[in-house]
Protein backbone atom coordinates (compact mmCIF):
# COMPACT_ATOMS: atom_id res chain seq x y z
CA UNK A 1 0.00 0.00 0.00
CA UNK A 2 1.58 3.18 -1.02
CA UNK A 3 2.17 6.05 1.97
CA UNK A 4 -0.47 8.28 0.66
CA UNK A 5 -3.04 5.45 0.65
CA UNK A 6 -1.78 4.49 4.38
CA UNK A 7 -2.66 8.26 5.23
CA UNK A 8 -5.92 8.03 3.50
CA UNK A 9 -7.25 5.00 5.22
CA UNK A 10 -5.69 6.74 8.53
CA UNK A 11 -8.32 9.77 8.56
CA UNK A 12 -11.27 9.31 10.64
CA UNK A 13 -14.18 8.45 8.82
CA UNK A 14 -16.56 11.35 9.89
CA UNK A 15 -14.28 13.58 8.92
CA UNK A 16 -15.12 12.71 4.96
CA UNK A 17 -17.81 14.46 3.96
CA UNK A 18 -18.28 12.07 0.63
CA UNK A 19 -21.90 10.70 -0.01
CA UNK A 20 -21.64 7.80 1.74
CA UNK A 21 -22.62 5.59 -1.14
CA UNK A 22 -18.77 6.29 -2.19
CA UNK A 23 -16.19 4.04 -1.73
CA UNK A 24 -14.47 4.65 1.42
CA UNK A 25 -11.67 2.56 0.77
CA UNK A 26 -7.84 3.76 -0.47
CA UNK A 27 -8.74 2.43 -4.28
CA UNK A 28 -11.24 4.96 -4.08
CA UNK A 29 -8.06 7.36 -5.41
CA UNK A 30 -7.83 5.23 -8.48
CA UNK A 31 -11.17 6.34 -9.82
CA UNK A 32 -10.95 10.09 -8.78
CA UNK A 33 -7.92 10.46 -11.05
CA UNK A 34 -5.10 9.14 -8.74
CA UNK A 35 -2.31 8.38 -9.62
CA UNK A 36 -1.72 11.61 -11.91
CA UNK A 37 -3.53 14.05 -9.74
CA UNK A 38 -3.52 12.58 -5.88
CA UNK A 39 -4.97 15.89 -4.56
CA UNK A 40 -8.01 16.52 -7.50
CA UNK A 41 -8.61 12.89 -6.17
CA UNK A 42 -8.37 13.44 -2.85
CA UNK A 43 -10.87 16.67 -3.21
CA UNK A 44 -13.60 14.44 -5.30
CA UNK A 45 -13.30 12.43 -2.23
CA UNK A 46 -13.98 14.98 0.28
CA UNK A 47 -14.75 18.51 -0.85
CA UNK A 48 -12.25 20.19 1.75
CA UNK A 49 -8.70 21.82 1.04
CA UNK A 50 -8.19 20.75 4.67
CA UNK A 51 -8.29 17.58 4.54
CA UNK A 52 -6.52 17.04 1.26
CA UNK A 53 -4.00 19.30 2.85
CA UNK A 54 -4.04 17.09 5.95
CA UNK A 55 -4.02 13.63 3.57
CA UNK A 56 -0.79 14.20 1.96
CA UNK A 57 1.13 15.73 4.87
CA UNK A 58 0.52 12.46 6.80
CA UNK A 59 1.81 10.95 3.61
CA UNK A 60 4.66 12.97 3.27
CA UNK A 61 5.31 12.17 7.14
CA UNK A 62 4.95 7.99 6.07
CA UNK A 63 7.26 8.67 3.62
CA UNK A 64 10.03 9.86 5.02
CA UNK A 65 10.68 13.03 3.59
CA UNK A 66 13.71 15.14 4.15
CA UNK A 67 14.13 17.12 6.98
CA UNK A 68 13.82 21.15 6.63
CA UNK A 69 17.98 22.03 5.93
CA UNK A 70 19.36 18.86 4.79
CA UNK A 71 19.90 17.66 1.53
CA UNK A 72 18.40 14.09 0.33
CA UNK A 73 21.28 12.94 -2.08
CA UNK A 74 20.59 10.04 -4.09
CA UNK A 75 21.02 8.40 -7.25
CA UNK A 76 19.67 10.53 -9.56
CA UNK A 77 19.59 10.50 -13.92
CA UNK A 78 20.62 13.24 -16.10
CA UNK A 79 16.65 13.64 -17.72
CA UNK A 80 15.58 14.46 -14.15
CA UNK A 81 18.26 16.99 -13.89
CA UNK A 82 17.37 18.31 -17.32
CA UNK A 83 13.59 18.32 -17.01
CA UNK A 84 13.82 20.00 -13.74
CA UNK A 85 12.69 24.17 -14.59
CA UNK A 86 14.31 25.05 -10.82
CA UNK A 87 18.39 24.29 -11.99
CA UNK A 88 19.33 26.76 -15.02
CA UNK A 89 21.63 25.93 -17.49
CA UNK A 90 22.88 27.18 -20.48
CA UNK A 91 22.49 25.18 -23.90
CA UNK A 92 26.40 24.42 -23.61
CA UNK A 93 25.57 23.21 -20.52
CA UNK A 94 22.88 21.12 -21.45
CA UNK A 95 24.86 19.39 -24.05
CA UNK A 96 27.48 18.38 -21.66
CA UNK A 97 25.13 16.06 -19.40
CA UNK A 98 23.36 14.60 -22.49
CA UNK A 99 26.84 13.70 -23.79
CA UNK A 100 27.61 11.54 -20.59
CA UNK A 101 30.44 12.89 -19.79
CA UNK A 102 29.12 14.49 -16.29
CA UNK A 103 30.21 12.34 -13.37
CA UNK A 104 27.00 10.17 -11.41
CA UNK A 105 27.59 11.72 -8.12
CA UNK A 106 27.51 15.64 -9.82
CA UNK A 107 24.19 14.34 -11.33
CA UNK A 108 22.72 13.49 -8.34
CA UNK A 109 23.83 15.97 -6.19
CA UNK A 110 22.42 18.68 -8.55
CA UNK A 111 19.19 16.77 -8.53
CA UNK A 112 18.89 16.83 -4.46
CA UNK A 113 19.60 20.89 -4.93
CA UNK A 114 17.01 21.04 -7.62
CA UNK A 115 14.31 19.21 -5.28
CA UNK A 116 15.10 22.25 -2.60
CA UNK A 117 16.31 25.09 -4.16
CA UNK A 118 15.92 26.86 -7.77
CA UNK A 119 19.61 27.39 -8.96
CA UNK A 120 21.75 29.15 -11.73
CA UNK A 121 24.40 27.25 -13.32
CA UNK A 122 27.22 29.35 -14.05
CA UNK A 123 30.25 26.31 -15.17
CA UNK A 124 29.98 22.74 -15.83
CA UNK A 125 32.05 21.21 -18.19
CA UNK A 126 33.04 23.14 -21.72
CA UNK A 127 32.34 26.56 -20.44
CA UNK A 128 35.39 26.45 -17.98
CA UNK A 129 39.13 26.10 -18.45
CA UNK A 130 41.10 23.23 -19.08
CA UNK A 131 43.43 21.19 -16.33
CA UNK A 132 40.35 21.31 -14.09
CA UNK A 133 37.83 19.06 -11.94
CA UNK A 134 35.38 21.27 -14.69
CA UNK A 135 37.11 19.45 -17.48
CA UNK A 136 36.54 16.25 -15.98
CA UNK A 137 33.13 16.55 -15.27
CA UNK A 138 33.53 16.39 -11.51
CA UNK A 139 32.42 20.57 -10.56
CA UNK A 140 29.88 22.67 -11.13
CA UNK A 141 29.79 26.43 -9.79
CA UNK A 142 25.98 27.66 -8.73
CA UNK A 143 25.96 31.86 -9.09
CA UNK A 144 22.53 31.96 -7.79
CA UNK A 145 19.98 30.27 -5.69
CA UNK A 146 16.56 30.84 -4.87
CA UNK A 147 16.66 33.71 -7.13
CA UNK A 148 19.37 35.32 -5.03
CA UNK A 149 22.75 35.97 -7.03
CA UNK A 150 25.86 35.03 -4.39
CA UNK A 151 27.92 37.63 -3.29
CA UNK A 152 29.90 36.04 -0.67
CA UNK A 153 27.73 36.64 2.51
CA UNK A 154 26.72 34.49 5.35
CA UNK A 155 23.04 34.77 5.01
CA UNK A 156 20.86 33.99 2.51
CA UNK A 157 19.93 31.69 0.29
CA UNK A 158 23.14 31.23 -1.03
CA UNK A 159 24.91 30.71 2.46
CA UNK A 160 22.36 28.33 3.42
CA UNK A 161 23.01 26.42 0.26
CA UNK A 162 26.83 26.00 0.77
CA UNK A 163 25.90 24.78 4.95
CA UNK A 164 23.71 22.47 3.05
CA UNK A 165 26.77 20.67 0.68
CA UNK A 166 28.82 20.92 3.84
CA UNK A 167 26.80 18.99 5.79
CA UNK A 168 26.66 15.69 2.86
CA UNK A 169 28.24 12.53 4.35
CA UNK A 170 28.98 9.41 2.41
CA UNK A 171 30.23 8.97 -0.56
CA UNK A 172 28.73 11.75 -2.44
CA UNK A 173 30.32 14.16 -0.08
CA UNK A 174 32.65 16.74 -2.10
CA UNK A 175 36.28 17.14 -1.94
CA UNK A 176 35.77 20.70 -2.80
CA UNK A 177 33.82 23.31 -1.58
CA UNK A 178 34.89 26.79 -2.10
CA UNK A 179 32.98 29.70 -1.67
CA UNK A 180 34.03 33.57 -0.28
CA UNK A 181 33.94 32.19 3.63
CA UNK A 182 34.95 28.77 4.62
CA UNK A 183 31.75 27.11 5.02
CA UNK A 184 33.12 23.98 7.54
CA UNK A 185 35.41 25.87 9.50
CA UNK A 186 39.65 25.39 9.47
CA UNK A 187 39.39 21.79 10.89
CA UNK A 188 38.14 20.42 7.69
CA UNK A 189 40.13 21.11 4.51
CA UNK A 190 38.00 19.82 2.08
CA UNK A 191 35.85 23.31 2.04
CA UNK A 192 37.81 26.40 2.14
CA UNK A 193 37.59 30.30 1.51
CA UNK A 194 39.08 32.08 -2.07
CA UNK A 195 38.54 36.01 -2.61
CA UNK A 196 37.91 34.93 -6.71
CA UNK A 197 34.51 32.91 -5.35
CA UNK A 198 32.42 35.16 -3.76
CA UNK A 199 30.27 35.47 -7.06
CA UNK A 200 29.27 31.63 -6.91
CA UNK A 201 29.60 28.61 -5.44
CA UNK A 202 32.03 25.94 -6.48
CA UNK A 203 31.10 22.13 -5.76
CA UNK A 204 33.81 19.26 -6.79
CA UNK A 205 35.60 16.15 -6.52
CA UNK A 206 39.24 15.52 -7.30
CA UNK A 207 38.29 11.60 -8.60
Not at 125 to 130: A, E, M, T
Request: with cysteine; charged share 20%.
Amino acid sequence: MSSLSVAFSRIPQQCRTAPRSRETRPDYLDTAGAPEDYSAALYAYNHAGWYVADVLAKAAAYRGTPRPGRLAVEPATTREVLANPRIVLTPPQRADLMAGGIDERLVATLAAIGRRHSVIITALQSDHYPGTNHEAGRAMDIGAVDAEICRGGRTGACAQLVRELAAVQGPLRSTELIYCWDPDGPADPRGFARADHCDHIHWGLDA
